[in-house]
């Protein structure tokens, strides 16, 4: 007589996704072309004209670790130059207007564009530094996305399942903690803590 063992099917979750930045990278430089926090998007980056903000009035992001530097003078050069000469050229091709009205049109409309632009662009590169964690940028990136594998690891919430796959559950967890904390250079002390917190909620 054929006696029918029942197996057991363990059943693991999903390996949960590594934490990525909540901000991509075209909303954070969309964020600083509008002159606003790239964090928030709320608060004001720029203190005056061109001074970058120490840190953000909302959020507290810190911004004077920037290192924007002349990058954004030379993209409005690029870019208005390649706006202004050609219209120059056209004009002066069709008409041939007096270079006394030439400078009347073009100086007054390269400086404004050329100051207008610049604070938009300038921020606009803030926010890209900010969003890659170049340069100062660099620890905060590394504390944002430290806090979002905490955050991951707190509110997920175990799938509804036994005790013996709780087990595998928990060791899941504990094995993508370590690898989240290899791969973002976490600290020991908090992924552990982390890692603690998901092993006490899936205990029965
Ligand atoms: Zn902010």
Known sequence: MTQTIPVA?????PAPARPEETTSLYQAMMRGFRCRCPNCGKGHLFGKYLKVADQCEE????FHHHR???LPAYLVIIVVGHVIVPAVLAVEVAYSP??????LIWLPL???SSLGLL??????IVGLQWQTG????????????EQLAITASVTS???LIGPAQQVVHSRHWSDNMKDDRALFGLSTDRAQKGTEHISDRCQP
């Open 59 to 62: 959020c507290g992001e810190e």
């Open 9 to 13: 099917r363990a059943t693991i979750s």
């Open 157 to 159: 919430e175990p799938a």
């Open 119 to 124: 604070q938009p662009t300038k921020g606009a």
């Open 134 to 145: 170049m340069h100062g940028f660099e620890a905060a990136r590394t504390r944002r996305l």
């Open 98 to 103: 007096p270079y006394w009205l030439h400078a």
């Open 110 to 112: 390269t400086l404004v």
């Open 68 to 70: 924007a530097d002349d």
